[in-house]
């Protein structure tokens, strides 16, 4: 009796156990030492692939030669490491995909060389929707895309080097005013200037009058760049980017500050929208007041600040802000971004008031760079007679 019952909860496990596999397998449930060709549709960090490996090995002794996927992204960690052949060296599983990102972006350049939309019972795309599509995949390969990747998209429609302002170097006002008269009082004053590069507006302005009135009261003078400092934006988590963005290009705003200090996937998320919404960037991750960093006695690493410069350099983000009081870190900033095969362009504050003089921040920035000066220009009795000395500095 007590043999038949264990023959029979033996059965009863084993029944358990095939009906258990029959929920992740398409046909009949496989026998040990069978093999098992795993299916998905795209593959992004693989966590999902890796706990599959985990649930499908404690269900019986089975081989696992290949995962088949749809859509192969091409996608990179924030380390720069193509996940998929991360997850191929570490499980010895073979990655095969039906199409990738690039195959989607030929076929849909192929549409357009055409003429055509695509069709599916019908147009679903027209010429704009089609070029809006690309852009966002390429935007995407960009700045998640593996170097494979990122060099076909290079070759096809260059780099994605943003040029925000017309001189090499020039004076950017930050125009930390509190009055829309005010802001429309330094515009008038300086938009004449030739080496006046753009303008900085920040939160108080913009929450003050919104965004749209500001910059609308910019171009009764100038159709200079207005770079959108949110003090700081890139904080939050990764999908709020995609709103920022979209609030800034209605706006009319051209270019957007990111500080990226929520983390990797954040500053990703939030660049790759910004690009997406027609937006020049530039990423911080250094900044000009005392105990900012954790060697000047703040809360953010050294390491930790620098890397924000890194990953937007992976991004093909060409555009930086670093203190112009603190030549050092502008050189080390450099030294990352052109091992990352970028060529900077610098945003510097903390002139005049900070502190930090610009022909010292020009010996170590190189030939691309702009001042941000702020009070030295707006709280001097004639604007326009400070903002050309300045220039003159250059």
Partial sequence: MQAQAIHEQSGLRRKAQE?????????????????????????????????????????????????????????????????IKEYEEKTG??????????????????????????????PIMNQDQLKKSIRSVSNYLHVYGTEEAKKEITAKIGK?????????????????????????????????????????IGFELSLGYGLEKVVETARKHTSKPIIYDHQKAGIDIPETGKNFARVCKKAGIDTVILFPQAGPET???????????????????????PAYSQSEGGFISDEGALEMYRIAARAGIN????????????????EIVEAEGIDPVFYAPGFVSQGGKIEEAAKVAGEKWHAIVGRGIYQAHDKKEAALEHTSQL
């Fill in 19 to 83: 009906e258990k596999i029959k929920k992740f397998v398409v046909g009949k449930a496989p026998k040990n030492g069978q093999a098992i060709i795993q299916l998905d549709d795209v593959f992004t960090t693989g966590d999902a692939k890796y706990d599959a490996i985990k649930e499908l090995k404690s269900l019986g002794d089975f081989k696992l030669p290949l995962l088949a996927i749809a859509v192969d992204r091409q996608e990179v960690g924030i380390d720069g490491k193509s996940a």
């Fill in 93 to 122: 599983i073979k990655v095969v995909s039906v199409i990738n990102a690039l195959d989607v972006i030929k076929y849909l350049s192929n549409c357009l060389e055409k003429d055509k939309g695509i069709y599916n019972y019908g």
């Fill in 160 to 200: 994605l080097e943003q040029r925000i302002i017309s001189y090499d170097k020039s004076i950017i006002p930050a125009c930390d005013v509190p009055t829309l008269e005010e802001f429309e009082n330094l515009v008038k004053e300086t938009s004449e200037i030739e080496k006046i590069g753009g303008y900085k």
């Fill in 267 to 289: 500053e990703r998320a939030w660049i790759y929208h910004s690009l997406n919404e027609g937006l020049n960037v530039i990423v911080g991750g250094r900044m000009t007041h």
């Fill in 319 to 334: 555009n930086f802000v670093v203190p112009g009081n603190k030549p050092e870190v502008i050189k080390k900033v450099r």
